[in-house]
């Protein structure tokens, strides 16, 4: 399971998701970007497809110059990632980029998070006592923090 913590001005937020596609698809849900800004991986090609015109269909790369242009750099039927948070607003790029690294990004624009990747990893930065997002104020995210990881069984409830 993946975990959040969300520390917003007022009271921070602890909350989980399953795996990364139920991470993205939770922070598109509360994101003025559609899911497909976040996150995509589609072909020139397949993006073609969506405005209804082929390669080879008559006046389309003058319709779509932006698509052909994409094609003639990467190929009609190569991977090509969108990632709104990461890239800029729809740039399409060979990199590859995971629906992890897009959710983050898509929660780190909304203000200051923390994202761990596994129960583990949550349970060890929780653990870590001298780390300075727990100092002053930052015991409230702490204990934000504790609650989730106590509703998920990984922690005991025995303090």
């Not at 995509?40 to 389309?60: C, N």
């Not at 994409?70 to 590859?96: K, M, N, Q, S």
């Not at 992890?100 to 990747?117: E, F, I, Q």
């Amino acid at each position: 399971m993946i975990i959040v913590l969300e520390l917003p001005a007022g009271a921070p937020r602890a909350w989980f998701a399953f795996d990364a596609a139920d991470l993205l698809r939770k922070v598109a849900a509360d994101d003025p970007l559609p899911l497909w800004q976040i996150h995509d991986r589609i072909s020139a090609r397949e993006l073609l497809a969506v405005v209804d015109a082929t390669p080879d269909g008559i006046g389309a790369a003058q319709r779509q110059p932006a698509i052909f242009s994409l094609a003639a750099e990467h190929g009609w039927d190569a991977p090509l990632y969108r990632a709104d948070y990461l890239f800029g607003i729809g740039d399409y790029r060979d990199r590859p980029v995971s629906e992890l690294d897009a959710a983050s990004a898509a929660l780190a624009a909304r203000g200051p998070c923390r994202v761990w990747a596994d129960e583990a990893q949550a349970s060890a930065a929780f653990e870590r006592t001298g780390d300075p997002a727990w100092q002053g104020a930052g015991w409230r995210a702490r204990m934000a923090l504790r609650e989730q990881l106590i509703a998920l069984e990984v922690l005991a409830d025995d303090l």
